[in-house]
């Protein structure tokens, strides 16, 4: 219930982040250096798992963090890496088995494409992540995890009020693929997660 | 996990030290999960209350940091790993994390300390399941019999021996009933409740009042006396529908 409330809060503060940036574009356009060569971002997730799966149906989960760096190797495009981390409480045992509660994080190398250019002040840019899913799982008083691979997709908003930093929105998806073995019965319900995950932070730009 | 050292001097004397850097309990296979399936039984069929069903894993471990072989004494560890709840046909499958030094897992099936106790039905201990053959991360649990705890009546006739003492052990199982599924198995089965007694010559019956789960059956063991033990038995007495209760006659 606490989840569903801070998702819907992050989904509104996300259509607040698009109006104000759409009413600002339209004000008047600020041109900015054009030659960025590396960006960082760091922004606040807000992780919703949805379907028919271990972490949909067993976890209350909260709010994450997401922190990614790129370099520009051709003209839109960048490639880099993403870490992102949030964690799960877990309030139905009988889907997960006696686990308190879980860490999860995902690591990627991303290819991202810039839709519109980087001399604007609002650009939009789509990516791609594939990499590891780690899933570190506390029961009572031992710790043990799961992992497997994991791919990405993302659509982001950013709007630069300097030469050197912006604000961006992302809405990113993850598709989990883990290693876990298990009753036949319960195969896919325990190897795939689906995760949307919107999220708002800042960005650095370096020249 | 521990690191042995061992140390000889030139006299050939052996020492042994043992230290381990932490203390030992129960730990968990990564990227595993278990499933326990079985099913309980009414007797008669009737449909069931929803139980509750709990998963365990417990072993022995050696809980302080200087480990002298032999004289470190070891602590249970007991741990819940997964839980359920029975279907009104009494099926369950119990999802549970996957415990990799453990000595036993054992379900409690309406378990008393359980929010979703059912009232008059027993609890059922159904142990020796890391016996059972692991077939694709499952196992997969022999039916056992379930049923409400009601009044019932235990009765003992005397019809053609007139001369013997009749000196009685009765063992039943009340709340709570122990199964072990290991069909390597062989030691005694631990009963809830004993009753004893007996009969002397005049006297033609005895009626014991029991409160046991509807359908179970008693164990009975029974000597008769007269100037020593004649005869001596270890017999199972099934539960009579018609007369509602047990009976025994000699």
Redesign the interface.
């Known amino acids: 219930m606490g989840t569903d409330l801070s998702f819907k809060k992050g989904i509104l503060l996300v259509s607040l982040f698009f109006n104000l940036v759409s009413l600002k574009a339209q004000m008047g356009k600020k041109e900015m250096d054009d030659n960025v060569l590396v960006e960082f971002g760091i922004s606040y997730m807000l992780p919703k798992a949805y379907g028919d799966n271990f972490l949909s149906q067993g976890y209350d989960i909260r709010n994450g963090i997401n922190v990614d760096g790129r370099i520009l190797v051709a003209p839109k495009w960048f490639v880099g890496a993403q870490w992102s981390q949030f964690k799960g409480d877990v309030i139905d045992m009988e889907k997960v088995g006696a686990i308190e509660k879980s860490g999860i994080t995902h690591i990627y190398a991303v290819a991202t494409y810039t839709i519109l250019g980087n001399d604007k002040q609002v650009s939009v840019r789509t990516g791609f992540g594939a990499g590891y899913v780690l899933y570190r799982h506390k029961q009572s008083t031992t710790k043990f995890m799961d992992d497997g691979f994991s791919v990405a997709a993302n659509l982001a908003l950013c709007y630069r009020f300097s030469n050197s930093l912006g604000v961006f929105v992302k809405l990113e998806h993850y598709w989990d693929f883990l290693n876990i073995d298990t009753a036949p019965e319960l195969e896919t319900f325990f190897r795939n997660a689906q995760i949307f995950a919107p999220s708002i932070g800042i960005k650095v730009y370096t020249f | 996990m521990g690191v042995y050292l061992v140390c000889m001097n030139k006299n050939g004397f052996i020492l042994l030290f043992a230290f381990i850097a932490c203390s030992c309990?129960?730990?968990?296979?990564?990227?595993?999960?278990?499933?326990i399936m079985g099913q309980v039984k009414a007797f008669e069929n009737e449909s069931l209350p929803n139980f509750p069903v709990e998963a365990y894993a417990s072993g022995e471990f050696i809980k302080s940091i200087l480990f002298l072989p032999g004289l470190t004494p070891t602590q249970e560890d007991v741990?819940?790993?997964?839980?359920?709840?029975s279907t009104p046909e009494g099926n369950y499958g119990?999802?549970?994390?996957s415990p990799e030094n453990q000595e036993f897992i054992y379900l409690i099936i309406n378990g008393k300390e359980n929010r979703d106790y059912v009232d008059d039905w027993p609890t059922l201990a159904v142990k020796g399941i890391n016996s059972l053959p692991l077939n694709?991360?499952?196992y997969e649990i022999p039916t056992v019999a379930i049923g409400r705890i009601e009044d019932a009546r235990f009765e003992i006739h005397r019809t053609t021996n007139t001369q013997d003492t009749l000196v009685y052990l009765l063992q039943y199982d009340s709340s709570i009933k122990e199964i072990n599924v290991d069909p390597s198995f062989v030691g005694n089965k631990n009963w809830e409740m004993e009753i004893g007694g007996e009969l002397m010559p005049l006297e033609v019956e005895n009626v014991v009042s029991l409160k046991i789960p509807e359908g179970d059956t008693i164990r009975f063991y029974y000597s008769l006396i007269n100037d020593g033990i004649l005869t001596e038995e270890n017999i199972k007495i099934p539960y009579n529908l018609e007369t509602n209760g047990y009976r025994f006659e000699f």
């Open positions: 309990e129960l730990s968990y296979e990564d990227n595993r999960r278990l499933s741990d819940l790993i997964g839980a359920s709840s119990v999802t549970t994390i694709g991360s499952r």
